[in-house]
């Protein structure tokens, strides 16, 4: 088979339809019987027949020929209205209109997107010259951060506690770590890779991904490695944040900055159980995020405490190589079948990414429609719903049925472990997972056990559970989250009058569009309350927003010359309460349902519960009227 043959079998055939658009700048491609219909959870079955898409592959491949013999020299692009119809037939769908900007901007095809900052007028880059900016962390969002700075013309420098660039993915070496969302989405819109191995790459793939983004954007001179950032304070008569931080060797680092962008993320600091006992085990005990390498599993009695995203992925990896394996569980998880989650990429696929224009954008864009808002609906609450409590409306109780006969269906063989393994909370209601069988297929091992009975306490041979039985082990391993509702933590940061950030939080995070706090001027964060998502999107996205929207903030100071920004109270409130209102109404808002999405008191601090062209619309540029700006005049532009 030719390796254009072996593109064409592995194409998502939809992307290379639309792709032959613009080879030939023939839009009769769009041939209705050829238009996908997809099935939920699918990896994007086109829903043709086979014989159809033989047609297709058969019609596709002299185009292709002539384009690789020829000058490659392209006609010109599609205008907008056949955009707008190659939109709606990679997405199988007729797009709503509130969409198509959106999603246009996504797409850039012409290679710009709004996310670019655009800052040439000489005025302003003189401005922007005289802004110095630090960001903390250096871990996907704070190397974005970085990236828009330069493109901005702005100074800046990153502190990064760690001795390289990569965030989670330095930190989290635990054995099966990967991401969870599709890698050709999983990556900066502007920087694509061709090359992804798996669909959902490894942990070693992704960190070398990040390491060659900063060394291609010069990033790297502009990181101070082992460097701590542990306060704050904002000078209120100079308008500008100190920072103190600690270097490798205990020495004190000072800066001073017009603004900070921390970009720390919510998911890096290990949080472990408040069991009773914990200090006793006399055995070896870690958590999954500060993974011991130098202890060597085989052969050994070990414990897991835990059965989330971490867990997940790490259970079926130690399984077969110790002695035994008791996984103690709370809840289980949801798991949504995802057949292709540990598949290698054709090379035939990664050669059509390379060599066929515009395929990387449009497959992108299709991995990007799937997953946008589709499934908000199906986790979304109704008011009226009258039903059992495992299900918060009529089309989540649907959605659960499907995920719970996917999920029975592999312990048909196991029936001690259907009611565990199945949750009895709402779909939405916790982080679901991605499955292609092997979980449950590690919980079905002979060496390991699931436990249900909750722990009472821990003692210096292992483990008690309420029922008496004590579970002597070797190894207690933690895949028991972090503390993600202590944004920010454990940093001091005072504002305006040195009040301290944490204090008026009181537990309870909370930002304007997740990024800025009333009365504490020119701090910025990224990925902050409010600001993850759960079914719908990737977080880069999130961050591609956040940055667009704070190297917005700081041009607003440059254009009005004002030294500090801050959100006004009442905007802050009211965008606060919209999403509170908005998160009751979700499946993780649900009273019945306990996650790390909610703090102490209840309260979603985690979540976003709008729709991603909303944090898009919502980012596009801020709005002056929201912000109290304290100017100086005479550093304004012109």
Known sequence: MSTLDEALEAAHLPSLIVCLVHLTGDASWLRPEWKPTYTPLSRGDTGLSQDEEAKIRAAAKPVLEAWLAGDRTLPP??????????????????????????????????????????????????????????????????????????QAGVDFTILEKNPDVGGTWFENTYPGCRVDSSN???????????AWPQHFSTQPVLLDYFRSVAD??????????????????WDEGRGLWRVKAVDAEGRDVSLEASAVICAVGQLNRPRYPDIPGRD????????????????????????????????????????????????????PPWCFPTPHYHEDVPEGFKWLLEHVPYYD???????????????????????????????????????????AQALAAQVADRPDLVDKVIPSYPVGGKRALLDNGVWLAALKRENVSLVTEP??????????????????????????????????????????????????????????????????????????????????????????????YIVGCLKLLAETGAKA???????????????????????????????????????????????????WRATLEPNPDDFVLERDREAAVG
């Open 184 to 194: 050709h989405m999983y990556s900066y819109s502007f920087e694509p890779n061709h």
């Open 361 to 403: 954008k449009w497959y992108r864009f299709f991995l990007f429609w799937m997953v946008t808002d589709g499934l908000l609906p199906a986790v979304k609450a109704d008011p009226a719903w009258d039903g059992p409590p495992s299900a918060v409306s009529a089309a989540n109780a649907m959605f659960r049925e499907m995920i």
């Open 455 to 548: 722990i009472a306490e821990i003692t210096p041979k292992g483990l008690k559970t309420q029922d008496g039985t004590e579970h002597e082990v070797d190894v207690i391993i933690y895949g028991t989250g972090f503390h993600a509702s202590r944004f920010l933590w454990p940093m001091k940061i005072k504002g305006r009058g040195g009040r301290d950030l944490h204090e008026t939080w009181g537990g309870d995070p909370r930002a304007y569009l997740g990024m800025t706090t009333p009365g504490f001027p020119n701090l910025f964060m990224i990925y902050g309350p409010n600001t993850n998502i759960v079914v719908n999107g990737s977080i880069i996205f999130f961050s591609e927003c956040s940055v667009r």
């Open 280 to 331: 006793s085990f006399g055995g070896i005990a870690f958590h999954s995020a500060e993974w011991r390498h130098d202890v060597d599993l085989a052969g050994k009695r070990v414990a897991v405490i835990g059965t989330g995203a971490s867990a997940f992925q790490f259970v079926p990896e130690i399984a077969p190589c110790v002695a035994s394996l008791k996984v103690f569980q709370r809840t």
């Open 77 to 150: 692009p599609p205008p907008p209205e056949t955009v707008r119809r190659m939109m709606d037939f990679v997405a199988g769908a007729e797009i709503p209109e509130g969409y198509a900007d959106f999603l246009m901007d996504e797409l850039a095809l012409g290679g710009e997107s709004t996310k670019d900052p655009k800052w040439e007028a000489p005025p302003l880059k003189q401005a922007a010259r005289r802004l110095k900016v630090v960001v903390v962390g250096a871990g996907m969002s704070g190397l974005l951060a970085g990236i828009r700075l330069s």
């Open 216 to 233: 291609r954007y010069g990033l790297r001179e502009k990181i101070r490695f082992r460097t701590t950032v542990e306060e704050m304070a």
């Open 565 to 615: 920004l801050e959100p006004k109270r009442e905007v802050f409130e009211a965008f606060n309460a919209r999403v509170d209102e908005a998160n009751r109404l979700m499946a993780w808002g649900s009273p019945n349902v306990t996650s790390w999405y909610k703090n102490e008191a209840g309260r979603v601090t985690q979540n976003w519960p709008f729709g991603l062209v909303d944090y």
